[in-house]
């Protein structure tokens, strides 16, 4: 049950953007329209911000977007705030009541 | 609102047992399958296991199938995560999730640090 490939770390300026790209399989992101992102900041609860691929749950800033292409997906942050400073991480279902996560990519805000 | 709270972490020797328990509220309890994550130190989410809604079904990941045990109490709207034969591999801190009527994770408990050490 191999991780999904995301970039280690991805950085911007205020106001600028970032993309991250989550790669995985055709058995999972491929297969699945249900890739999710979720915001973590350490020692916190991980946060939802992005669910099948490209809805925003209630609460999060249209600056998040998430987009699909075979078997990759990204996340888009603009308008790069200081909170938005942290790891995110993607996932997939994969079938047969399993999910996998992505390796993590730690966002700064320079 | 939704509130997931962790609780039964701690320090245990390898090979030993611990059980980890998650209080859950805010929520109709019994409509939402629930889910462990973990993170070891320094390192980024795995999913751990998942139980159904009705609990008729649960599964695991390979790292942990026949050693961990996912149930629920709907009395008490609880989840727990029996884990058998714990070694260092299984030290991290472990969060409770809830899954929405899709495959996303919607809430999720600030977690409990397990350390396997002797």
């Known amino acids: 049950q191999s991780a999904l490939t995301q970039p280690p770390s991805a950085s911007g300026s205020p106001g600028q953007s970032v993309t991250i790209s989550c790669t995985g399989t055709?058995?999972?992101?491929?297969?699945?329209?249900?890739v999710s992102w979720y915001q973590h900041h350490p020692g916190k609860a991980p946060k939802l911000m992005i669910y099948?691929?490209?809805k925003r749950p209630s609460g999060v800033p249209d600056r998040f977007s998430g987009s699909k292409s075979g078997n990759t997906a990204s996340l888009a942050v603009s308008g790069l705030q200081a909170e938005d400073e942290a790891d995110y991480y993607c996932?997939?279902?994969?079938?047969?009541?399993?999910?996998?996560f992505g390796t993590g990519t730690k966002v700064s805000v320079l | 609102q939704v509130q997931l709270v962790e609780s039964g972490g701690g320090v245990v020797q390898p090979g030993r047992s611990l059980r980890l328990s998650c209080a859950a509220s805010?929520?109709?309890?019994?409509?939402?399958?629930m889910h462990w994550v973990r993170q070891a130190p320094g390192k980024g989410l795995e999913w751990v296991a998942m139980?159904?809604?009705?609990?008729?079904?649960?599964d695991y990941a390979d790292s942990v199938k026949g050693r961990f045990t996912v149930s629920r109490d709907y009395s008490k709207n609880m989840v727990f995560l029996q884990m058998n034969r714990l070694g260092a591999e299984d030290t991290a801190v472990y969060y409770c999730?809830?899954?929405?009527?899709?495959?996303?994770?919607?809430?999720w408990g600030q977690g409990t640090m397990v350390s396997v050490s002797s």
């Open positions: 099948q691929v490209n």
């Open positions: 996932s997939s279902y994969r079938g047969n009541n399993k999910w996998v």
């Open positions: 999730a809830k899954q929405t009527t899709g495959h996303s994770l919607d809430a």
């Open positions: 055709s058995g999972d992101v491929g297969d699945f329209n249900e």
């Open positions: 805010g929520f109709i309890f019994r409509n939402s399958g």
């Open positions: 139980i159904w809604h009705d609990a008729s079904n649960e």
